[in-house]
């Protein structure tokens, strides 16, 4: 289906535009997570699929397929590389460009369910590494090299990386090679919720990068920022990623949204060889659909695409997803799941939720442009999602918190190490289902 040429404010709103931004569907609203991790040869710890590492992310991925009885094999169609394997009882593991490893979970009503399917499934990854991997949860791979290849080679990733390469002073390859996120995907159902979630997400974002940062070694250095990945994701496409511009506190934050995305530069066209694709600077979705590119015109379904391309710290779907979070160490993955899950749960929770960020004198709209750390409000917002994941008998949850609270206070120690080898060296493992279990 092709879209219309008309660029008026009803056509930008119109339910084909924000069909994939906000869906319509109810029920019991659940929560996922997707984490990735960092995987180094158990001997001599070269990162998955570089030189001196024993096993590559193709034979990983073909190994978790066939200790999975009827898991599904995605594979690019271009290359023939395998990208996704679909377990049977729900979740997938995949692949990112530069060999990180993602779990993506099923959706679950439950905490404790969340917690189990993950702990199972990283279990199977350790059968699948059989010994020959070491894992590390962590914002940014602290040993990759300078010039860290694409491990994934697939026809996409080739693609941006020559999209990244056009554009200067941007961290695009950065972001695909090195870095390391655990995101959370909560379910809001109803017109009013959706909107006030929505509000307080965006605004609790700001107010949670410091919290949960974990990201201080980088290409076999210490960082000079508090979180490497928060700094290369804020500099890595400035049409893709941040906030959206004017959709915090915005009357229809699904249209805020959809006009943000058709600025935000295109770099994958269907259909085109990958050295006739666009460039950086060169093709914004807008102008696309006004003017076609290369005798090609957008389609939904490019626009569909495209959404799935843009990397905002609030990725609107027809769930939240939350994306500024580093990776945690293991034993503390569950914990951002845990406090966005239940600080968005209801009405009366986000009511009390504004009123605690109210108290601490902290003006919600320059939250955005703010460089202060909001460190005063950590504390007060654990708390409050310890007492209702308590009264929700959501012990994992619960405990997944209150074990995250004393790992804020003991970061530093948790950082230091002589360099970025030994810190991988201390913080490794070959066992991520148990690490990941320890504090629940």
Request: some cysteine; aromatic content about 10%.
């Amino acid at each position: 289906m092709l879209f219309q040429n008309s660029m008026d404010p009803e056509s930008i709103c119109s339910r084909v535009w924000v069909k994939p931004i906000k869906g319509t569907r109810d029920g019991v609203e659940k929560i996922g997570l997707e984490m990735e991790m960092h995987a180094y040869d158990s001997k001599t710890l070269a990162p998955i699929g570089t030189e001196n590492s024993k096993l590559n992310i193709q034979d990983l991925l073909q190994r978790i397929a066939e200790i999975s009885p009827k898991s599904t094999i995605k594979y690019d169609n271009a290359t023939g590389l395998i990208t996704t394997v679909f377990l049977k009882a729900g979740g997938n593991f995949s692949a990112e460009p530069g060999g990180q490893v993602e779990y993506s979970s099923d959706p679950f009503e439950k905490i404790a369910d969340l917690s189990i399917d993950v702990s199972t499934n990283l279990k199977l990854l350790e059968e699948a590494s059989a010994g020959d991997l070491v894992f590390l949860s962590h914002g940014t791979n602290p040993i990759a090299q300078e010039n860290h290849p694409l491990i994934l080679a697939k026809e996409r990733y080739k693609i941006m990386t020559r999209y990244f390469n056009s554009a200067p002073n941007i961290r695009g390859i950065d972001m695909m090679r090195h870095s390391a996120t655990v995101q959370a995907n909560v379910d809001i159902f109803g017109d009013e919720n959706w909107q006030d979630a929505v509000n307080l997400t965006l605004v609790l974002i700001p107010l949670t990068a410091k919290l949960f940062a974990n990201s201080k070694y980088f290409k076999n250095n210490k960082s000079l920022f508090y979180s490497e990945r928060q700094e290369i994701w804020e500099h890595m496409d400035p049409t893709r990623s941040g906030f959206p511009t004017h959709m915090p506190f915005a009357e229809n934050s699904e249209c805020e949204y959809a006009k943000w995305a058709k600025k935000a530069y295109v770099f994958f066209v269907e259909g085109l060889p990958i050295n006739e694709q666009p460039l950086y600077g060169e093709l914004t979705f807008e102008n696309w659909l006004n003017n076609g590119y290369k005798g090609t015109r957008p389609t939904v379904e490019s626009w569909e695409t495209h959404l799935g391309t843009l990397f905002p710290h609030l990725r609107l779907r027809d769930f939240l997803e939350i994306r500024h979070i580093d990776a945690q160490p293991f034993e503390h993955t569950l914990a951002p799941a845990a406090f966005f899950s239940v600080l968005l749960k209801t009405r009366k929770i986000r009511s009390e939720v504004w009123e605690l960020i109210q108290n601490a004198k902290i003006d919600v709209k320059n939250v955005f442009q703010s460089n202060e750390d909001f460190s005063r409000i950590h504390f007060p917002l654990i708390d409050y999602a310890c007492s209702v994941l308590e009264q929700l008998k959501e012990k994992e949850g619960m405990n997944a918190l209150i074990a995250y609270k004393k790992f804020v206070k003991q970061k530093e120690e948790y950082w230091s190490a002589e360099n970025a080898l030994n810190f991988v060296q201390k913080n490794k493992t070959i066992t991520p289902s148990l690490e990941f279990l320890r504090n629940l």
